[in-house]
């Protein structure tokens, strides 16, 4: 059963600390996105790739957000400095497009900033 | 651009009781459809999703959801609920364009709330 893992799936960390998340998409799949879902802005889309390469940062506050993929089994998304405006849960997903449209779920992150 | 509203923020409703869930879109461009479900602490599993074809699609337990176009809607419906079906459902819409990469836009989210 393919799936979408996440680690870690709980970080606390304390304001201006460095965050680092991981995702490891499903095998095969060419496009990995990243959403940040809270209880006042719900899910947004924060930065996507399609075989490795970012198609769409636009989502991300620039100055401190970074995504990367080192390679197709790993999706990073780091926070430098963090700050506790970014307490949420960081969703990654994957699917394969343009054969489906379908996205994917890992189990999310979960990140509070003290 | 796209967005999309869903109508309830919460809908509280009785076991075995019919539900609609109201999801509109706005879109400049040709869209494809989804349903997300969320169960707590849990990420989004897809319920169903409109591509194209019949504009009435059904999920594997039972919810159904009908592409609108002239009222551009995608509204979910059951015509008996769970206990389980308690979630938090996310109406989305995808550009049908390659070159946008398949993004998703999500409504707010419609918490259901089944009640024995």
């Known amino acids: 059963d393919a799936r979408v893992t996440q680690t870690p799936r709980h970080k606390v960390t304390e304001m201006g600390q460095e965050v680092t998340m991981r995702c490891q998409p499903i095998?095969?799949?060419?496009?990995v996105f990243w959403y940040r879902q809270t209880m006042m802005q719900g899910l947004e889309l924060l930065a996507y790739?399609?075989?490795?390469?970012?198609?769409?940062d636009s989502g991300m506050p620039k100055d401190r957000f970074s995504a990367e993929m080192p390679d197709a089994t790993l999706a990073t998304l780091k926070i430098q400095p963090s700050e506790p405006r970014d307490s949420a849960v960081y969703f990654c997903?994957?699917?394969?497009?343009?054969?489906?449209?379908?996205?994917?779920f890992g189990p999310g992150t979960r990140l509070t900033v003290t | 651009a796209q967005s999309v509203t869903q109508l309830d923020s919460q809908v509280p409703v009785f076991e075995e009781a019919p539900v609609e869930l109201r999801c509109n879109y706005s879109?400049?461009?040709?869209?494809?459809l989804f349903w997300y479900v969320q169960y707590p602490n849990q990420g989004l599993q897809l319920l169903l999703k409109?591509?194209?074809?019949?504009?009435l699609v059904e999920s594997i337990n039972g919810f159904e959801a009908e592409f609108n176009k002239s009222q551009t809607s995608f509204h979910l419906r059951k015509p008996s609920v769970h206990i389980s079906d308690t979630a938090e459902y996310f109406c989305?819409?995808?550009?049908?364009?390659?070159?946008?990469?398949?993004?998703?836009?999500f409504g707010q989210g419609t918490e259901l709330s089944v009640k024995p």
């Open positions: 879109s400049s461009v040709s869209v494809y």
């Open positions: 409109y591509l194209s074809g019949s504009t």
């Open positions: 095998l095969g799949h060419n496009t």
């Open positions: 997903a994957s699917g394969l497009v343009p054969s489906s449209y379908e996205q994917y």
């Open positions: 790739f399609r075989n490795r390469a970012p198609l769409d």
């Open positions: 989305a819409v995808s550009d049908r364009n390659y070159n946008q990469g398949g993004k998703l836009i």
